[in-house]
Structures are given as structure tokens and as C-alpha cells.
């Protein structure tokens, strides 16, 4: 199940959970991970620690503590903000192209054309005509701060700086 609501109204919620025939992960309200091959049991903290170490990402690992410091978000704000910018700055790719564009901003048309038609289901366009089958998947860039560095961060009242 994929769950994205942002507009009925309820109490805050951040359920994030990954949840697969081999086992599941959640992040909130409380994080944790189990796994099949471990008894369907919760993996203790040094596991988890050792987990998370093991799968960091790499902008995590670059530029993590800078951004949790920031904040917004545990930091994932100011990481994405920084790897937009960084990567316009420096002729990288982003984390999406075209494609995606055009996908994501179907969703609000495409519900309401479900909705004022008793909530059927409705086709999303394939915007790529089938290219999606053979495109390469975009690679996740790594950033080096000393191309985009981040002046004064403190001072700024924790903006971002990129001049």
C-alpha cells in the first residue's frame, strides 16, 4: 500500500513502512526493522546501528550532520535543497527528469477526473511511450562540498548559502 494524504483532515501522521514477503522496516512513529531470517523478531539497537551504518546513503554520509543541524525535516530538506542546487551548479543530472515531471503533476487531474467519475479508476499516461523499459535508472550523485560550499551556515540563521 502507498499512502500519501496531505488534505483530509486527521491527526499528524508520518507512516513510513516498508513491508515485504522477507520482512518490513518502519521509521515512524517508532523505527525499527524485522526480518524473515531473523525469527520475525524487531532487530535490537546494535543491530539497527549496524544496519543503518551499512545502508547509509551517500548524501547522508556526506553532508548528514550539517543538515540535521539545519534541521527541516531531520535534515531532508536542506540535504534535497542542497543536492537541487548542487547539481544545477555543477551540470549534473537530477533526481528526476522529464518523465517524472509530467507523472507527478497528473495526479491532481487524474483524481479529479476519478472522482467525478464515482471514483473509478483511471489509466495514468505513460509520458515516456514505453522508454521506461529500457531507460537507464538516473544514479544517485554523490555532492562534494568543496564544489558547493556552504558559507557562514550558522550565521545565516541556518540558510542555505550557495553563492
Same mark, same amino acid.
Given at each position: 500500500?502507498?499512502?500519501?494524504?496531505?488534505?483530509?483532515?486527521?491527526?499528524?501522521?508520518?507512516?513510513?513502512?516498508?513491508?515485504?514477503?522477507? $520482512?518490513?522496516?518502519?521509521?515512524?512513529?517508532?523505527?525499527?526493522?524485522?526480518?524473515?531470517?531473523? $525469527?520475525?523478531?524487531?532487530?535490537?539497537?546494535?543491530?539497527?546501528?549496524?544496519?543503518?551504518?551499512?545502508y547509509?546513503?551517500?548524501?547522508?554520509?556526506?553532508? $548528514?550532520d550539517i543538515?540535521?543541524?539545519?534541521?527541516g525535516?531531520?535534515g531532508?530538506?536542506?540535504?534535497?535543497?542542497?543536492?537541487?542546487?548542487?547539481?544545477?551548479?555543477?551540470?549534473?543530472?537530477?533526481?528526476q527528469?522529464?518523465?517524472?515531471?509530467?507523472?507527478?503533476s497528473?495526479?491532481?487531474?487524474?483524481?479529479?477526473?476519478?472522482?467525478?467519475?464515482?471514483?473509478?479508476?483511471?489509466?495514468?499516461?505513460?509520458?515516456?511511450? $514505453?522508454?521506461w523499459e529500457?531507460?537507464?535508472?538516473?544514479?544517485?550523485?554523490?555532492?562534494?562540498?568543496?564544489?558547493?560550499?556552504?558559507?557562514?551556515?550558522?550565521?545565516a540563521?541556518?540558510?542555505?548559502?550557495?553563492?
Amino acid at each position: 500500500m502507498v499512502q500519501h494524504d496531505t488534505s483530509t483532515p486527521r491527526a499528524y501522521s508520518r507512516i513510513h513502512l516498508v513491508q515485504g514477503s522477507l $520482512g518490513m522496516a518502519r521509521k515512524w512513529p517508532r523505527k525499527g526493522i524485522t526480518l524473515h531470517a531473523k $525469527g520475525h523478531r524487531w532487530l535490537d539497537d546494535e543491530e539497527m546501528a549496524e544496519m543503518e551504518t551499512r545502508y547509509q546513503h551517500p548524501l547522508t554520509r556526506t553532508i $548528514g550532520d550539517i543538515a540535521r543541524k539545519v534541521g527541516g525535516h531531520g535534515g531532508m530538506d536542506f540535504i534535497m535543497d542542497y543536492r537541487l542546487v548542487y547539481c544545477l551548479k555543477n551540470g549534473l543530472p537530477l533526481d528526476q527528469d522529464v518523465y517524472d515531471a509530467a507523472a507527478w503533476s497528473a495526479v491532481v487531474p487524474l483524481s479529479c477526473e476519478s472522482v467525478a467519475s464515482r471514483s473509478t479508476s483511471v489509466e495514468v499516461p505513460d509520458f515516456t511511450r $514505453g522508454a521506461w523499459e529500457t531507460n537507464r535508472p538516473l544514479e544517485i550523485v554523490d555532492v562534494d562540498p568543496s564544489l558547493l560550499p556552504l558559507r557562514a551556515l550558522a550565521e545565516a540563521g541556518a540558510q542555505l548559502d550557495v553563492r
